[in-house]
């Protein structure tokens, strides 16, 4: 079935800059939503970013809208998060996610995950 490995991760600067890569194998995603999300220490997993099969449309949590941009390559089967003005807040593991669906911005919605990379915003 479909394997994601993320990407990208390492330790910047607030206000800096940083981009993951979401490499997938296995199956073509070309059919699949495909999401970011996040895990903070001691928090729960949320929602960061998701773009639909067809490239439209996005979807940005609040705390991150126009600061990140999802895009996908569905010929190189790759999956970015371009993030920008980078705050501590934003330090997490980031997960690339893949759903059959569109709509709904849980965890649970989605059925395939990678192992994270870990994004650290310091100051």
């Known amino acids: 079935q479909l394997q994601l490995v993320e990407s990208g991760g390492g330790l910047v600067q607030a206000g800096g800059s940083l981009t993951l890569s979401c490499a997938a194998s296995g199956r073509t995603i070309s059919n699949f939503a495909m999401g970011w999300f996040r895990q903070a220490p001691g928090e729960e997993v949320s929602f960061v970013a998701a773009i639909k099969w067809s490239g439209l449309p996005t979807k940005y949590a609040d705390s991150v809208k126009d600061r990140f941009t999802i895009s996908r390559d569905d010929a190189k089967n790759m999956v970015t998060l371009q993030m920008t003005s980078l705050k501590i807040e934003d330090t997490a593991i980031y997960y690339c996610?893949?759903?059959?669906?569109?709509?709904?911005?849980?965890?649970?919605?989605?059925?395939?995950w990678g192992k994270g990379t870990q994004v650290t915003v310091s100051s």
């Open positions: 996610a893949a759903s059959v669906g569109w709509g709904v911005w849980t965890p649970r919605q989605y059925g395939y």
